[in-house]
């Protein structure tokens, strides 16, 4: 499976609602598909898995949705520790990661 | 507390065998329905999936990279063993290993610092 982040970029200000895309190029079974938080010069965070289940101490403006090939990762109000790069994962019998959506401040 | 961290070489030439140990507390790999994976990211891209390995010593590769591969893992000591073959300077990138928590479901909490590994004659 070959998913597909968009946008590349999105650009936004603290408060706002950012809304990231990940299509997959078939259907995504049982719902798995995470998604994970980076930060420069750190790794990877897990934010969402089973497509929209938050994992611990993640806080709850991080929501996930989606099934079947289009799944969304919403942030519902932006805060100035949100402006990252976010990467979604596909975790069948093997693993794959789309390239990545970075959200910059605007 | 789960901790990982990776470590090996930091440079190796081209052609020459890379060896990556990951290094774990605060679980053991022989419970059942847990395993460890490592994912690597050059610098300034995107993340890519390696290996698995689980707690019945099952093991996954990555299908572009997987007759360069080969997962371990020693229990006794919390230890789990990356092995690459015929480095190339388009290797050099961080890798990661990370915990694999839950049966049946190959998503990764937490990952390990990363260690840099630069592919350079």
């Known amino acids: 499976i070959v998913l597909t982040q968009s946008p590349g970029t999105l650009s936004l200000s603290p408060g706002e609602r950012a809304t990231l895309s990940c299509r997959a190029s078939?259907?995504?079974?049982?719902?798995?598909l995470a998604w994970y938080q980076q930060k420069p010069g750190q790794a990877p965070r897990l934010l969402i898995y089973g497509a929209s289940s938050r994992a611990t101490g993640i806080p709850d403006r991080f929501s996930g949705s989606g099934s079947g090939t289009d799944f969304t990762l919403t942030i519902s109000r932006l805060e100035p520790e949100d402006f990252a790069v976010y990467y979604c994962?596909?975790?069948?019998?093997?693993?794959?990661f789309g390239q990545g959506t970075r959200l910059e401040i605007k | 507390q789960i901790t990982l961290k990776e470590s090996g070489p930091t440079v190796v030439k081209p052609t020459q065998t890379l060896t990556l140990t990951c290094t774990f507390s605060?679980?053991?790999?022989?419970?059942?329905?847990?395993?460890v994976g490592w994912i690597r990211q050059p610098p300034g891209k995107a993340l890519e999936w390696l290996a698995l390995?689980?707690?019945?010593?099952?093991?996954r590769y990555s299908p572009s990279l997987n007759n360069r591969l080969t997962i371990t893992k020693d229990t006794s000591k919390n230890q789990v063993v990356l092995t690459m073959t015929n480095m190339d300077p388009v290797d050099t990138a961080t890798y990661y290993c990370?915990?694999?928590?839950?049966?049946?479901?190959?998503?990764?909490?937490?990952w390990g610092q990363g260690t840099l590994v630069t592919v350079s004659s």
């Open positions: 605060g679980f053991s790999l022989s419970t059942s329905g847990l395993g």
């Open positions: 994962q596909h975790y069948g019998r093997l693993v794959t």
């Open positions: 390995i689980y707690w019945n010593d099952d093991k």
């Open positions: 078939q259907s995504v079974s049982n719902g798995f």
């Open positions: 990370a915990h694999r928590p839950i049966a049946g479901q190959n998503w990764f909490d937490p």
